[in-house]
């Protein structure tokens, strides 16, 4: 469905986007997630036509986009401060698309009704747009922005102003929307768990380049580079030198999963891959602070020498604040990164 071959876009001397290489199947949902600056709003609005390229190729459906306007792409759009029409009631907004594109008045009013039932709207069609609430909004312009039958729906940071708990209830309804409709989706965000949840595909950008795609599984454990895994979080990242199955480190001696990468290299140790160990082995440490993390509980752990440790616990077996405890280590739950 989508295509990008190169795609340059330079501010100054600064490649925004350096490059990039994208493709995007039928019916595929892909969530482009990094920090702010990494280019993933600059690369939606290049697909979209908003943003002219340097160098290289936009192709939807095989067919070359230099020159097309916006639209006349056949992408729908949706932006994280929904941009309504505050003059329209909610199925003028809706309407929108297939007035412009022509649609009989009739057509246009099932297509209205259709799409508000599938948003969970039924019947808010003459409703003031200034009287929804933000999920709502949200709602509505998903409605407007599928109902020109887009054949790619771009969405950037679509959730990014909601409240936690909606922006969880709305990303699985999204998910189940989309897969129900057969869209093709391209997202930008800069939540992770927004990403994993509602994609098949996560792509990773630092400095205007994909530095890792996969599905939300291999990212997560997988996650191949420190910046891949620092910006999803995770902190036990240190120096390591890899022989066989063991990593020597500031931490001790490390279990590593066979076929690990060998030689000097970064190491990754998920929390839940740091567990007590018996008294005399392991590596020395003190807790030093805990936070309630729902199902479990998140112990920062300060050995002698090197970074802390971060580990979870269960609820019921969370050490005190200032114990001393020795730890060891899970080798499933280690990761051997291969870039910086």
Not at 96 to 121: C, I, T
Not at 150 to 170: A, F, I, N, S
Not at 301 to 323: C, N, Q, V
């Amino acid at each position: 469905m989508l295509t990008l071959e190169g795609a340059t876009v330079r501010f100054g001397a600064r490649a925004v986007l350096d490059a990039v290489d994208l493709e995007v199947a039928e019916h595929e949902i892909v969530c482009v997630l990094g920090p702010s600056g990494s280019g993933k709003s600059t690369l939606l609005r290049t697909v979209a036509g908003l943003q002219a390229l340097d160098a290289g190729r936009v192709l939807l459906a095989g067919a070359d986009q230099a020159g097309v306007p916006v639209h006349r792409r056949g992408v729908g759009l949706m932006f994280q401060d929904h941009q309504l029409f505050p003059q329209k009631d909610v199925a003028g907004n809706v309407a929108f698309g297939p007035r412009m594109h022509g649609v009989p008045k009739d057509e246009r009013a099932a297509r209205v009704e259709e799409l508000l039932d599938l948003v969970g709207l039924p019947g808010a069609g003459r409703r003031a747009v200034a009287a929804l609430s933000g999920g709502e909004q949200q709602r509505v312009a998903l409605a407007r922005a599928l109902a020109p039958r887009p054949r790619l729906l771009m969405l950037d940071e679509p959730l990014g102003q909601l409240d936690r708990g909606l922006r969880e209830r709305l990303v699985v309804e999204l998910r189940a929307l989309f897969g129900r409709l057969g869209t093709t989706v391209l997202a930008v965000t800069h939540d992770q768990g927004e990403a994993f949840a509602l994609a098949d595909r996560v792509v990773v950008m630092r400095d205007g380049r994909i530095v890792r795609s996969g599905t939300p599984a291999e990212v997560w454990q997988r996650p191949d580079s420190e910046f891949t895994a620092r910006f999803l979080g995770f902190g036990n990242v240190v120096a390591a030198t890899v022989s066989g199955t063991a990593a020597r480190t500031v931490w001790g001696r490390i279990p590593v999963p066979e076929g690990s990468p060998q030689g000097e290299r970064k190491l990754l140790v998920r929390p839940a891959g740091v567990r007590p160990a018996a008294p005399g082995e392991g590596l020395p440490c003190r807790v030093e602070s805990r936070t309630f993390r729902g199902h479990h509980v998140s112990v920062v752990l300060r050995p002698a020498d090197g970074p802390p440790l971060e580990a979870e616990f269960p609820l019921g077996r969370m050490p005190e604040e200032g114990a001393e405890m020795p730890v060891a280590f899970r080798a499933e739950e280690v990761v051997v990164l291969e870039g910086d």
